[in-house]
């Protein structure tokens, strides 16, 4: 990565509709789109993802949950093709709750970086291991838009 300074900033974020949809009832495709298009633009209106580099917070996803992805890998499941629907993976998933954003990367004209197609990098962690400073148990995840 090119050498950028660092310029500190306080941010509002705010869980996208795919962090919530463990605390959401069952919406439908049009009710879903709706309110993750509703928390888009709000999010879009307080500048919090100008340029999609943070320190904690909540993510900006690309595609889905990368919390649900670190936590199936991180138990050996192969998601490579996509989560995988086995019994193993669905009860593996409510644990995505524990993971956390560290560091999120992304694709930034100005430093010249590209992750895909203006994708993001999300170097995700437990809640655990960042209290405990276990930081090689952190998982690096890429998200194209």
Not at 102 to 121: A, I, K, M
Request: hydrophobic fraction near 40%; charge should be negative; charged fraction near 25%.
């Amino acid at each position: 990565m090119p050498e950028a300074p660092l310029v500190p900033r306080s941010a509002f974020t705010l869980p996208t509709v795919y962090e919530m949809s463990a605390e959401l009832p069952e919406l439908e495709e049009a009710e879903f789109d709706a309110f993750d298009e509703a928390f888009r633009t709000l999010q879009d209106s307080l500048g919090a993802h100008d340029n999609a580099h943070q320190v904690l917070g909540h993510p900006w996803w690309q595609q889905s949950d990368a919390r649900v992805e670190a936590q199936l890998v991180s138990h050996g499941l192969d998601c490579g093709g996509g989560w995988p629907a086995t019994p193993e993976a669905e009860a593996l998933k409510p644990g995505a709750s524990a993971w956390r954003l560290l560091w999120q990367v992304g694709s930034d004209d100005e430093l010249g970086l590209y992750w895909g197609d203006l994708g993001n990098l999300y170097l995700l962690i437990r809640d655990e291991d960042l209290a405990a400073r276990r930081f090689e148990r952190a998982w690096l995840i890429l998200q194209c838009g």
